[in-house]
């Protein structure tokens, strides 16, 4: 088992998430998931690390940062990977007093994923409108 397969695996019984369950979420297959797990697979690219991120619901960079490096995927360059730690910055300053306002974390840049898909703006406005429509 490899050093990120056995945190990954932690993270998941912590959850309380079964890696069926986790997969469901994730849109990830078991085998590939139990795979990583045991070390059968290598630290997964960043895309699969997103999914996977989103079905633990937890931030994903902090499953990037426990991967322990970066893997090749997405994040091309140095600046990309600033990026993506600035985002962490700004996620963990959220204000506590906005951060229970749906209107106004739908309407932030902050990143947020459904069954591990990364919600895009239109996303987000589409969400908005269909709750002031089950509100009225």
Do not use: H, W
């Amino acid at each position: 088992m490899t050093e990120f397969g056995e945190k990954l695996r932690l993270l998941r019984k912590e959850k309380g998430l079964s890696l069926r369950k986790l997969s469901e979420l994730a849109g990830v297959a078991p085998s590939y998931l139990s795979q990583v797990e045991t070390g059968k697979r290598r630290i997964p690219k960043v895309e699969m690390l997103e999914k996977i991120a989103c079905g633990l619901n937890i931030p994903y960079l902090d499953l990037l940062m426990l991967a322990g490096d970066f893997p090749i995927g997405k994040v091309g360059d140095k600046e990309d990977i600033k990026g993506l730690l600035q985002e962490k910055v700004e996620i963990r300053s959220l204000p506590q007093m906005q951060s229970n306002d749906l209107n106004y974390l739908l309407s932030s840049e902050y990143g947020f994923c459904f069954k591990g898909r990364r919600l895009t703006k239109i996303d987000k406005i589409k969400i908005k409108k269909l709750i002031e429509i089950v509100l009225r």
